[in-house]
C-alpha cells in the first residue's frame, strides 16, 4: 500500500460528492451477494442500494468508479428502521486502491428518511405478511408433538402465541412509520478524517434542522469540491461549513505522514499489549481478520496500525471493509488485512456458511472455476482460526493469535514506553476491557449499553480525575513486576493528577481534537523510532547494482538486493528471531527496492523522511553506529512531533473562498426539512473559470505548478515500463494485492480463483529455487545461478518459509477448517484412512524399500519408510504441544529423509479424501499444477538437510548398531566382552556392551545430532579374542541417516599395533529414497564426509606401489592445514566437524603420519613391526636423559627446545599412562591432535629432527632430516596459532594434560 498523497493531478480538497440510497424506481430488490438469511424479519434484511447522483460526473485522474464507491457507501446495502428504532446518523471511511497501489479516500454520513413512497412501504407489508404466515406455521408446527403440547398451546395462546406474533410483526403500515437510509459521501485524495466528518455531519444538520441554512447546499457543495484546495505539506487550512469553520493541517516534507484517524481509539479499544502483538502480525505478513459490528471501527483499526508500520508498507490484499458479496476473498491462500462486519455483539462462533457446489468429477481446472463462480453464494467459506491468521473482534477486546511466531524486540520495554505516553494523555493502557479476561467470559457479557455508548462502555464522558483511576492500577503493576523478574531495567513511572490548564484561546481547533493529534503524532513516533534504531545502518547492507534501471527491473526477480546474512549477524542476539522472519516480507524487500530505484528516480517520500531520520540520529550521536546493542532506547522528540502540529493549528496558514450565491434556476436550493434535497446538477458539474483564487497565486506559485506537471508527465512515461517490472517483482500479481470491487462477475471470481492457484504454484518454484542455490553455495555459482551466501539462521528461515507456504497450499479451497494446521488435519484424516484399511487388510501399513546393502555385503534390517510411519514418530515427540508445530516437524523429518515429493504425492492422490475436505477450486484438486507442485519439491532432494536433527535437539531418537567383521580373515565372533561408544555433534552415548555373540544392538539416547566418531573396543578375554573388524553402521531409525565407521583393523594383543580399542571417524551413506527417479540424489561433494583410511603400519608400508612421493606428502600438508584455516573461516553455524578434518583421510594426523613414514627404515633391518609411536619413545627417553647430562645441555643450547623437549615428554608419557587400551597408532593420533589443541606440533616437529635417534631410525632422504622442508612444515603448522581448536571428548577420554 503506498502511503497517502494525491494523485498527479490532484489540488482540490474533494473530487466527489456522492449520494446513494433506494432507487424508488427500481423498488426493493433483495441483495443475493450479501448471503442473508432470508429466515430473517424484512427490517433485518438488506436489499439493494445504488448511486443516485455524484457531481462532477467524471474527474480525469480519479475515474469515478460506480460499483465500487456504492458497495463501501453501504457495504450490506440498504438498512429499514422503524420509528420505534434507533436512527442517529453514523460516520464511516473507506478507501479504494487501484491496481497501481494508489489510494482514493470515502467518507460517509448514513442517515435515515422516511420512505414516501406508497409502493415500498406496500411492499414491505406484503414481505412481513409472508414472513408472519411462515413463523406462524412453523411456531404451531413445533408445539404439536404430542396431544398435551397441543393443549397447552391452545390454553395459552392469548399470552405466548401473541407475544411471538408481535415480536415477528414489527411493521403495521397504518400504524408504523418505515424509515431507510440514505447517505452522503466525500471523495477525496487524501485521508482529511474530521474535516470531512465535520463537513458531512453539518451538511446533515442543515437538512435535519427546523432553521434554514445560510445558502443552498449546493453553494456548500460547490465550495468544497472546486474553491477549497488541498493544504501544501506543512500548512494549515480553513473552509467554512454550513455552520462554522472547518480546519484540517498536512505535515510537512519531513515529518510523518498524513494520519487523520484517531489513533486513540485503536488502543482504547484493543489495549497497549493486544495492539503490539497485532502490530507484530501485521509485520510478519500473516492473514489478519479484523472484526467488528462498526465499519468505522474496522477502517479506524487498519488505517491505525498500517500507520504504525512507518517506513513500511503493507503490500498485499487490503480490504478494511469486505462486502458482503466479496466473503470468497476470506479463503485467499494469500497474506490479507481485512475488516469484516458482525451482526450481534457476540456472533464469533456463527461464521460458518453454506456447503460446496456440487461440481462432475470430470470437470478440471478453469472449467470448475468457471462452475463455482456461477454458484459464489453457495460456496462455503468458514472462518475458523488457521495457522497464519489473526483475529481481531474489536468490539470485545479479544485477538487469537497464530501459534509459535517471534515476538517484536524488546516488547516489554516499548509496551512500557507506549504506556507512559497514553498515561499522559489520562489512556489506561488495557483499553476498555481487562486484556485478563477470557473469551468465554467476555461472551457472556451484556453489551446493550456498549452497542450505544459512543466510547463503547470505555469512560464516562464527564471528567474524572485520571490519577485517582490510575493509582494501583493492576495492570501497570503487573508489567512492572514482569519488567523486575527479567532483569529489564524500567523507570519508575509516577502518575501525578493533571494540572488543570488554560485551553490556547488562539488554537483553532477544540481540545479535544488537539489532544487527539499530539497523541497520534507522539504514539507513532514511539514506533517510528524503533525502525529508526534496528535498521539505522540498513544502507550498508544493500547491494548496488552495477546495471541501469531498465536491465534492474528485467532481472529482479533472479537477484539479491540485499545482504541479509551480514545484516543478520551484525544483529544482537534477541533480536534475530523476529528480523530473521521480517527480512523475508514482501514489505522489506518493496522498502530495498524503493532505496535501489532512487537511483535514478526521486526516492520515496516514506524513504526520504525514514533516511533523514536516521542521518539526523547518527549527527547527534544518539548512538554508536559501530557497536550494536540490544538496549531500549526510548524516542525523544516526542514534544516536538506534538509541538508542530500545535503551530500548525494555532497560526492558519491558509484560508479558502467562502460558499457564495450560485447561478441557480429560480425556485431551485428549497427543500423539506428531513429529507435531502435532489441538487440542481448543472450548477455542481463544473467549477468556476475565472474566480479562482487559489488556483493564481502569483508567478512563482505557477511555475512550481508547471514544474510539478512537467515530471508528472516525464513519470508518466516511464511509467508502464517501470509497473510492468515492478508490479510482477513485488508481487505474485497485482491481482492478488488487491481485489477490484467494481467487477464481480462469476468469470472474473473464477479468474480471481485461478490466479491464487498460479501464484502459489509460483511461490513454490522460487522458494524451492532459493533453497537450492543458498545450500549448494560455490557450486550453484559455478552452474550461474548468482552468489550465493546462507547461515544456519537463513536455512531455517527458508524451511520456516516452505513450511508457511504448504500451510497456505493445504488451506486454499478447505470446505471445513479443523484446527490451525490445515496440512496436519488432512494428515491425520489420511493416517485414519489408512489405518482403517489396515485393520480390514490385516496387512502392515507403510513397510516402504529395504534399505542398501553394506559394501561387505551385511545387510541391514529394513527400515519402514512410510508416511504413516514418519507421522507416528511426530505424534510421540511429547515436547510438540500443537498441531502447527507438528505439521512442521513432519515437513522437516520428510525434507531431511527426502521423501517430503515422494509422501506429498501419496497425501495429494488420495482422491476420495481430497474430494472429501476440498472445494472444486481447490488447489490440490488442480491436477497439472499438482504435477508442477511435486516437480519442484522433488528438486530439494539434490542437497542434504539435517533440518530436524539439528532443531528437536532433545527428543529421543532409537539408533541401530552393526559391527562388520573381515569374515575372510578372522572369526565373525569375538570370545571377549566387546562395546561401543558413539559420538555425535549433541553428546554422546557412553560405553555400550554389545551382546555376545551378536553384531547389532538397538539403542535408545537423546538426540546425538550429525554422527561424529565411535569408539569400539573389548577387554581380551577368551581364546579367540582377536578380532579383525572391517566397520561399524549406525543408522537413525527416525530420520533414516546411516553412517558407516571404516576400521579395516586389528583389535586385540599381540596383533597389529597391539589396541584394544579404537576411535573411528565417520562418514554418512546417502539411501536411495525412491525407485522411480532416473538418477541417485547424491549428496554434494563438499558435504560429504570423507572416508577414512586404514591406519599405515610397517607391514602395510612393505610394498613401494603405495607410497606416495615428496611432493605429494607435502601437498597433503597443505591441504589439510588449508582446509582448518577455511573451517574457521566459516560462520559458526556453518562449519562442519572439525574431528574429520583432523582425523579423517584427508586429515591432519593421516597428513603427518604419510611425513612421518617417508624413510622410515624398512622392517627387514629388523625383524619385527615397528611404529612411529617406537621412534617418540625413543625420543622422550634421549630427551630424558639429556636433561640429567650437562653436555648433552650444551649440545641443546641454543635451539630453545628445553621447555619444548619437556612439553613433548609430558605429553607422550600422559597418553602412555592413560587408563585406555587404544595402539601405538591411536596413540599418535592423540598426539597430534593434542598438539594441534595445544599449538605444539610446530615446536614439536624441529625438536624430532634434530634428535640424534632419527638417524638411526630414517633413512638419508627422509623428508624428517631435510632442512628446508622442516622448515616448510613448521610455517604452515604455524598458520593453526589463531584458532581455539576444541577436541570431542571421545578423543582426549582419560587424558589429563
Sequence with gaps: MSNPSPSPGSCRFADYFVLAGIDTDSGLEPDELSGENFDQSPLRRTFKSKVLAHYPQNVEYNPFDQDAVNMLCMPKGLSFKTQAENRDPQFHAFLITREDGSRTYGFVLTFYEEVTCRQICSAMQTLYQMHNVEQCSSVYASSSCSMDSLASSIDE??????????????????????????????????????????????????????????????????????????????????????????????????????????????????????????????????????????????????????????????????????????????????????????????????????????????????????????????????????????????????????????????????????????????????????????????????????????????????????????????????????????????????????????????????????????????????????????????????????QDMESWLTNREQMQNFDKASFLSDQPEPYLPFLSHFIETQMFATFIDNKIVSLWEEKDPLLRVFDSRIEKMKIYNVRVPTIRTSNYQKCTILKEAAQAIEQRLVKIDHTAIHPHLLDMKIGQGKYEQGFFPKLQADVLATGPTNNNRWANRGATAQRRKDRLRQHSEHLALDNDLKEKYMQEARSLGKSLRQPKLSDLSPAVIAQTNWKFVEGLLKECRIKTKRMLVEKMGHEAVELGHGEANITGLEENTLIASLCDLLERIWSHGLLIKQGKSALWSHLVHYQECEEKREAILDIPVGIGPERRKSESGLILPSLKVSLIHDMRHVQQMSEIKTDVGRARAWIRLSLEKKVLSQQLKQLMFNQSLIKKLYKRYAFLRCEEEKEQFLYHLLSLNAVDYFCFTSVFTTIMIPYRAVIIPIKKLSNSITTSNPWISVSGELGGTGVMQVPKNLLEMTFECQNLGKLTTVQIGHDNSGLLAKWLVDCVMVRNEITGHTYRFPCGRWLGKGVDDGSLERILVGEVITPVVEEDLSKQCRTPPQLRSPTVARRLSITSLGGKAGKPNAGQIQEGIGESINNIVKHFHKPEKERGSLTILLCGEYGLVSALEQVFHHGFKSVRLFQKNVFIWDFLEKAVTYFETAEEEESQVNLLEGKRCAETSRSLCQYVNAINTAPRNIGKDGKLQLLVCLGARDHLLHQWIPLLAECPVISRMYEDGALLRDRATVNTLIRVLQTLHDFNITLETSLVKGIDV
Design 157 to 546: 395462546g392469548d399470552s405466548s402465541s401473541q407475544v411471538k406474533m408481535q415480536r415477528y410483526n414489527s411493521y403495521d403500515i397504518g400504524r408504523d412509520t418505515l424509515y431507510v437510509s440514505k447517505c452522503i459521501c466525500l471523495i477525496t485524495p487524501l485521508p482529511f478524517v474530521q474535516a470531512c466528518r465535520k463537513f458531512l455531519q453539518q451538511l446533515h444538520k442543515a437538512v435535519s434542522s427546523q432553521q434554514t441554512p445560510p445558502l443552498p447546499l449546493e453553494s456548500y457543495i460547490h465550495n468544497i469540491l472546486y474553491e477549497v484546495p488541498l493544504p501544501p505539506p506543512g500548512r494549515s487550512l480553513k473552509f467554512s461549513g454550513v455552520y462554522g469553520p472547518i480546519i484540517c493541517q498536512r505535515p510537512g516534507p519531513t515529518e510523518l505522514p498524513l494520519f487523520d484517524f484517531p489513533l486513540r481509539e485503536v488502543f482504547e479499544l484493543l489495549g497497549v499489549e493486544n495492539l503490539v502483538q497485532l502490530f507484530t502480525c501485521v509485520l510478519l505478513e500473516m492473514q489478519i481478520l479484523l472484526y467488528s459490528q462498526d465499519y468505522q471501527r474496522l477502517m479506524t483499526v487498519a488505517e491505525g496500525i498500517t500507520a504504525l508500520l512507518f517506513p513500511f508498507q503493507w503490500q498485499h490484499v487490503y480490504v478494511p471493509i469486505l462486502p458482503a458479496s466479496l466473503l470468497h476473498f476470506l479463503d485467499a491462500p494469500v497474506p490479507y488485512l481485512m475488516g469484516l462486519q458482525s451482526k450481534e455483539p457476540n456472533d464469533r462462533s456463527k461464521l460458518e456458511l453454506a456447503q460446496e457446489v456440487n461440481i462432475p468429477s470430470h470437470v478440471h481446472g478453469r472449467e470448475a472455476f468457471m462452475i463455482s463462480a456461477l454458484h459464489p453464494h453457495q460456496s462455503g467459506y468458514s472462518i475458523n482460526t488457521k495457522a497464519n491468521l489473526c483475529f481481531v473482534d474489536i468490539d470485545n477486546h479479544f485477538i487469537d493469535l497464530p501459534e509459535d511466531f517471534p515476538q517484536f524486540p524488546n516488547k516489554l520495554e516499548f509496551i512500557q514506553e507506549i504506556s507512559e505516553v497514553l498515561l499522559q494523555f489520562g489512556i489506561p493502557p488495557e483499553g476498555n476491557l481487562h486484556c485478563s479476561e477470557s473469551a468465554a467470559e467476555l461472551q457472556n457479557l451484556v453489551l446493550d449499553e456498549l452497542v450505544h455508548d459512543k466510547k463503547n462502555g470505555n469512560l464516562t464522558s464527564t471528567t474524572i480525575n485520571m490519577y485517582e483511576l490510575l493509582k494501583g492500577n493492576e495492570t501497570l503493576a503487573r508489567l512492572q513486576a514482569l519488567a523486575k523478574r527479567t532483569g529489564v531495567s524500567v523507570e519508575k513511572m509516577e502518575i501525578a493528577a493533571p494540572l488543570e490548564k488554560e485551553r490556547d484561546t488562539r488554537c483553532q481547533c477544540s481540545e479535544e481534537e488537539l489532544r487527539d493529534y499530539k497523541l497520534a503524532v507522539q504514539l507513532r513516533e514511539v514506533f517510528a523510532k524503533r525502525f529508526t534504531q534496528m535498521f539505522a545502518d540498513y544502507e550498508a547492507f544493500v547491494i548496488q547494482p552495477a
